[in-house]
T-cell receptor, first 114, second 112 residues
């Protein structure tokens, strides 16, 4: 069965510090992996995706994520956090075979303090 | 251009009533998804439409839930005989390339 785990309900970082939001997945076959962000009172927005190729993918707003097949992880990272990065972050996975259903994690609330 | 729109933005209904939620996807997007987001939970996949293919209904939680997509565009999610556990935010998303999904603002459903 396909699933996504975001082990941290909340991550707190100081502005200017690096941030990591964790995601692990379970999928049959090759995974397609995604990160979405939900700002307060706004819809979910696509950040980045891993389909194939380089394990380090770069996305919007300076975010990047690293696909680690052996650890079945796809952690979201940013070298220097901004207060405006404070939001709810969702990891999602889809199986490359029968690619039509996405499984989302429960979300991680990122708090960046000035 | 216009994004995905959903209506109504909020819906309060009494237990046992039927409700219809509407989604207008981005023009030209062939894929359309419905999700449910409960407080403290992730997004729960409900149903997926792709072009003229038969929809993937495997995520619908019960036979009280149904959805249709007319003319490959507008979609309606119908919940019959609503229950309190149906209270959630219902999100619609559309996609052109099956990778990046564009989400609507959601419909907050409250069943009293």
């Amino acid at each position: 069965a396909q699933s996504v785990a975001q082990p941290e309900d909340q991550v707190n970082v100081a502005e200017g510090n690096p941030l990591t939001v964790k995601c692990t997945y379970s999928v049959s076959g090759n995974p397609y992996l995604f990160w979405y962000v939900q700002y307060p009172n706004r819809g979910l927005q696509f950040l980045l995706k891993y389909i194939t190729g380089d394990n380090l993918v770069k996305g919007s707003y300076g975010f990047e994520a690293e696909f680690n097949k052996s650890q079945t992880s796809f952690h979201l990272k940013k070298p220097s956090a901004l207060v405006s990065d404070s939001a709810l972050y969702f990891c999602a996975v889809s199986a490359s075979r029968g690619f039509n259903k996405f499984y989302f994690g429960s979300g991680t609330k990122l708090n960046v303090k000035p | 251009g216009a994004g995905v729109s959903q209506s109504p933005s909020n819906k309060v209904t009494e237990k046992g009533k039927d409700v219809e939620l509407r989604c207008d996807p981005i023009s030209g997007h062939t894929a359309l998804y419905w999700y449910r987001q409960s407080l403290g939970q992730g997004l729960e996949f409900l149903i997926y439409f792709q072009g003229n293919s038969a929809p993937d209904k495997s995520g619908l939680p019960s036979d009280r839930f149904s959805a249709e997509r007319t003319g490959g565009s507008v979609s309606t999610l119908t919940i019959q005989r609503t229950q309190q556990e149906d209270s959630a935010v219902y999100l619609c998303a559309s996609s052109l390339d099956l990778y990046e999904q564009y989400f609507g603002p959601g419909t907050r459903l409250t069943v009293t």
